[in-house]
Nanobody
Framework: QVQLVESGGGGVQEGGSLRLSCTAS??????MAWFRQARGKERELVAAISRSFGMTKYQDSVKGRFTISRDNARDNAKHTVYLQMNSLKPEDTAVYYC?????????????????????WGQGTQVTVSS
């Protein structure tokens, strides 16, 4: 059974930091990502990372402020992806979703479209106040 369990959301003042975590289990996952959806807006990619070799992609608005990273268990039983968010702004307020894919089979590929991710977490709220 596939599970993606997120943690680490909450409220923070502008300029503050938060670290999101997501543990995925039940499959061997390849690309993993964080998306976010603000009220009344489309879900958008924040950052994505490949299975190995540390290949990453970021939305322009978070470059230099957010860092995505991941740990893969040796037996591939669990994959944990992190999103370190620094210098947070009110416009970062959204529900943040972890996503994973198990189809590409690639160690370097970084999927960027939400359609490429069949597995999703439940979402965690991040609220940045000014």
């Amino acid at each position: 059974q596939v599970q993606l369990v997120e943690s680490g959301g909450g409220g923070v003042q502008e300029g503050g930091s938060l670290r999101l975590s997501c543990t995925a289990s039940g499959r061997t996952f390849y690309g993993m990502a964080w998306f976010r959806q603000a009220r009344g807006k489309e879900r958008e990619l924040v950052a994505a990372i490949s299975r190995s070799f540390g290949m990453t992609k970021y939305q322009d608005s978070v470059k230099g402020r957010f860092t995505i990273s991941r740990d893969n268990a040796r037996d591939n039983a669990k994959h944990t992806v992190y999103l370190q968010m620094n210098s947070l702004k009110p416009e970062d307020t959204a529900v943040y979703y972890c996503a994973a894919e198990a189809r590409s089979g690639s160690l370097r590929y970084v999927p960027m479209r939400k359609e490429e991710y069949p597995f999703w977490g439940q979402g965690t709220q991040v609220t940045v106040s000014s």
